[in-house]
């Protein structure tokens, strides 16, 4: 199993919250928040793949080459922008899962 670098972290909750919750269940809400980022950028990706019937590399290089349109340059970085988070997302989501026990 491959291993992760991790840092502790202190929380502090109510003791009735403390003794009816472990490490594994925190991580499984970090996982869930950390999917649900992943999932809004994707869609976000996938709005922009259908709106141009492209993906954003092929966008990129036809609005680069193209006529200044505006709305286009704004789209594509708009496009770079949720795709720069999507990653960022999906990389926290594949950490959290190897910090599983």
Do not use: H
């Not at 966008?59 to 990653?87: I, M, P, S, V």
Request: glycine letters at 4%; charged letters at 35%.
């Amino acid at each position: 199993m491959e291993k992760i670098q991790t840092s502790e972290v202190t929380l502090r909750i109510p003791p009735s919250i403390a003794a009816d919750i472990g490490s594994n269940e925190i991580i499984e809400l970090l996982l869930d928040k950390a999917l649900g980022k992943k999932d809004l950028y994707k869609s976000k990706i996938k709005m922009f793949e259908s709106k141009y019937g492209t993906n954003y590399a092929s966008f990129k290089k036809k609005t680069e080459k193209g006529d200044e349109r505006f709305q286009e340059w704004d789209d594509l970085l708009l496009w770079e922008g949720f795709l720069l988070a999507y990653r960022e997302w999906n990389r926290k989501y594949k950490d959290l899962k190897l910090c599983m026990k």
